[in-house]
């Protein structure tokens, strides 16, 4: 009975690893995608439309799941390439880890330059003294 659930537990850990891959796979083939003039438009919108389905999921996910889908692959597009390697090895899968792990490796990486500071409307903004670490704060406006 302990290995049928280890066992089991050994599968549903090995699907969640094999579905991030696909899941990476087809955010790749996404960004990737080219109009090519020597197929038709047809067939082109079809591919991209069929690779944008196998992205996001809108069938079986939540509209705040795509969009926060959407979002992090942008927010992760646009940091710094460094910033981009530390916070990629983190492997976060919500907009807060990935908030999380982009503050923590900029701190590690420019430490004392500057950091997120909370203002009295509750917006954050960068600040250069040095940090106070408060994990698990909301970093959000």
Same mark, same amino acid.
Request: glycine share 4%; aromatic share 12%.
């Given at each position: 009975?302990?290995?049928?659930? &280890?066992?089991?537990? &050994? ?11 696909? #899941?990476?796979? #087809? ?16 067939? +082109?919108?079809? +591919? ?8 996001? +999921? ?5 509209? *705040?799941?795509?969009?926060? &889908? ?19 090895? =983190?492997?976060?899968?919500? $907009? +807060? *880890? ?6 923590? $490796? ?11 500071? =909370?203002? &009295? ?21």
């Amino acid at each position: 009975m302990t290995y049928a659930r &280890s066992g089991i537990w &050994s599968c549903k850990s090995n699907m969640k690893d094999w579905w991030r891959a696909c #899941y990476k796979n #087809y955010t790749a083939e996404f960004h990737r995608w080219k109009f090519r003039h020597s197929s038709s438009p047809r067939m +082109q919108m079809s +591919q991209l439309l069929r690779v944008t389905r196998h992205w996001l +999921q809108p069938d079986h996910l939540a509209a *705040e799941v795509v969009t926060e &889908s959407v979002a992090m692959d942008h927010f992760l597009r646009a940091v710094p390439g460094e910033l981009q390697k530390a916070v990629g090895l =983190k492997d976060p899968s919500t $907009a +807060q *880890e990935m908030v999380e792990a982009t503050e923590a $490796a900029d701190f590690i990486l420019s430490p004392g330059e500057r950091w997120w500071r =909370k203002r &009295s409307n509750g917006c954050w903004h960068w600040e250069s003294l040095s940090p106070p670490i408060v994990p698990g704060q909301a970093l959000l406006c």
